[in-house]
């Protein structure tokens, strides 16, 4: 029945049903694939849907997974899902695809056993970048595709060399001849294995590989928002990347697209450039500078040096510790004690407080350090980022504190951008991509009153609309494989300001063992304060003039030199500069230029007041306690 149906589509002059026939294969019949040419490379989609993209030569350069290949997962009403692979649909039919600058194909499927779905695959190429544009859409039936998986999952073999680069913190540099597995992220959050969604687990929407021989492919996702992707490193056989494409409200609801770019000599820094002009036109690429002429404060914050007041019950010595800061010099931006006990702040929304002293207190401390010229940054937690009432929440929490005369330069939402995919609201369920909205939207409410947004962990969605970021990376973040790279800051650097906690943040600081005074500067992260001797019990700074004090005083003015030199400025490179990438050089577009070597614990910088351009250790941050 099916080749009666063919030949009389071909008889009617039909040519949409061509190729990719149901029931031929690729030796029967050479046109069983869709070949699209590039300038230098060709990809052919087969039968099974696999992908392979050719050299020049026709040699294989990249090859999706034969074994685990695309899938889909459907719910036909109140029966329990099941699983069909694309290749098991009973007809294709094919018809030209043109948008923008990609031509290709459009393929329908349809006639899977025992369920009522139609799909829509894209496979088009920009024939002069050599990208392929690939995308996967419910388009019709009865039942749902809750799932789409290893659409698509790639695997290269260690022997061609090279490394996989992940969006993990700052970012990660996989290399071939990494002897470990690659470890499931420490993030405490419901993931599983070394994979995760994009904007939570991943901190940028792009993956790349690349080989030894300079051949290189990128991953960039366009519609990220339900995009789950796995990681794997197996040491001595392969590293791969998978990706998965999740329910949307128990849908799949809209395409799902992603682009590949394959090039020689494209490496992490092209590829985070490459983004970086991806995020540029969807309006993400957003400055400091810019936002500063919205928001005047944003220029102070960045200006100055980050000093934190962990625990309210230790808040009492806040005043007279920010005075002696600026009498050494230093322009001083408060983070608000977030902590009561064991506990964080109860609500703000309460009309009296549990802290010591109540509203009347908190906003003494608070006028108390704006009469010191302090700008103050207060923190909220405003639950599960789901919540369909968080803006409505924030209006009246805003208005609230106010009215209890607390008056804030920056507000930091805790939580809020690192663990968007936590907390479901079943009584209101939302989309994630819903989630994302919802988060803007209180970041922008913020802004509105002329407060500073601020939040934890930066991610790309975030950074147009929030300006601050408690952690660049934190422990948490720190693989113990890889080499960390500044991918992140390539894309980025200019657009947000960030940093480390400092030393003595509990478990949350970048180990000793990973030397981080040089990642401080090689992340390009904002100057921290939060040095106090037996900073678990927050106590105050007794003795100013110890060589301690001294130590971490001298350098915390040095990084801070530093930082205002390259906050405002475009980070363009960064590079390896020895085999085992134990020295590296960043450079931004002003003309600072930085160096380290990781194994000797030594940094030099040219172009910034401060530095002799010349190698030299970075002050030693010796542990000390008060007796």
């Known amino acids: ?91 294709f039919a ?70 996989m680069i992940l969006p993990h913190g700052s970012g990660y540099l996989i290399p071939a001849e990494c002897s470990q597995v690659l470890p499931a992220a420490d993030l405490k959050l419901p993931l599983g294995g070394s994979g995760g969604f994009i904007g939570t687990r991943w901190t940028l929407p792009f993956f790349g590989m690349t080989r030894e021989d300079g051949h290189a492919m990128c991953a960039t996702v366009d519609t990220w928002w339900d995009c789950y992707v796995e990681a794997e490193h197996q ?74 007041c962990h625990d309210w019950n230790r808040s009492g010595f806040t005043l007279a510790h920010l005075q002696k800061l600026q009498e050494r010099g230093f322009g001083v931006n408060l983070f608000f004690p977030k902590w009561i006990k064991d506990n964080y702040w109860p609500d703000f929304l309460l009309e009296e ?47 609230h504190v106010e009215n209890k005369g607390l008056k804030m330069d920056s507000l930091y939402f805790d939580g809020y951008s690192a663990y968007s995919e936590l907390a479901p609201m079943p009584s209101h369920p939302v989309t994630r991509k819903q989630k994302y909205e919802i988060q803007i939207s209180c970041f922008n409410a913020v802004r509105r009153r002329g407060i500073m947004p601020s939040a934890e962990i930066p991610r790309f969605w975030s950074v147009s609309t929030c300006d601050h970021f408690f952690f660049s990376d934190w422990a948490r973040d720190i693989l113990t494989v890889g080499e960390p790279i500044p991918m992140f800051q390539l894309v980025f650097n200019e657009c947000y300001y960030a940093g480390f906690s400092g030393g003595g943040y509990f478990d949350y600081n970048w180990p000793d063992s990973r030397t981080p005074r040089l990642y401080e500067l090689i992340f390009a992260s904002a100057p921290f304060y939060n040095w106090l001797p037996n900073a678990e019990e927050n106590l105050p700074v007794r003795d100013w003039d110890s060589d301690e004090v001294t130590q971490r005083l001298a350098w915390l003015k040095r990084w801070g030199l530093y930082y205002r030199a390259i906050v405002s400025s475009e980070m363009v490179s960064h590079k390896f500069l020895t085999p085992k990438r134990e020295q590296c050089r960043i450079e931004f577009a002003n003309g600072v230029i930085a160096e380290f070597n990781t194994a000797k614990n030594e940094f030099r910088v040219e172009g910034v007041e401060g530095f002799s351009g010349e190698w030299e250790k970075p002050e030693k941050l010796s542990d000390y306690s008060e007796d």
Request: aromatic share 8%; hydrophobic share 40%; with cysteine.
């Open 235 to 308: 040491p001595g056989d392969r590293s791969l990347l998978d990706f998965h494409w999740e329910e949307s409200l128990g849908e799949l609801a809209y395409a799902r697209r992603f682009v590949l770019r394959f090039a020689k000599g494209m490496d992490y820094v092209a590829m985070a450039k490459h983004y970086r002009e991806h995020a540029r036109g969807q309006g993400l690429l957003r400055t400091l500078e810019d936002k500063a002429s919205q928001t005047p404060i944003v220029q102070k914050f960045v200006n100055n040096t980050n000093f934190r």
């Open 353 to 399: 407080l549990s802290t010591p002293g109540g509203w009347k207190a908190v906003a003494a401390l608070a006028d108390g350090a704006r009469q010191l010229d302090v700008p103050v940054e207060c923190f909220i937690n405003l639950g599960a980022p789901s919540n369909p009432a968080a803006l409505e929440t924030l209006e009246r929490l805003l208005d």
């Open 1 to 91: 029945m099916r080749y009666k149906t063919i030949f009389i589509a071909l008889l009617l002059g039909c040519c949409l049903i061509q190729g990719l026939g149901a029931d031929a294969t690729a030796e029967e019949n050479p046109k069983n694939r869709l070949d699209l040419s590039g300038k230098n490379v060709t990809v052919q989609v087969d039968r099974s849907l696999g992908l392979a993209i050719l050299g020049q030569d026709a040699d294989v350069l990249w090859e999706s997974s034969k074994t685990d290949v695309p899938n889909i997962v459907v719910r036909a009403k109140d029966a329990e899902p099941h699983t069909f692979t694309l290749a098991s649909a009973a007809h």
């Open 94 to 163: 094919r018809s030209p695809f043109e948008e923008g600058k990609y031509r290709g194909y459009t393929v329908k499927l349809s006639g899977f056993e025992s369920v009522d779905v139609e799909l829509e695959l894209v496979y088009a190429i920009d024939a002069a970048t050599d990208e392929l544009l690939v995308q996967v859409a419910q388009t019709g039936g009865q039942d749902k595709v809750i799932r789409v998986g290893h659409f698509y999952r790639f695997e290269k073999p260690v022997a061609q060399g090279g490394a």
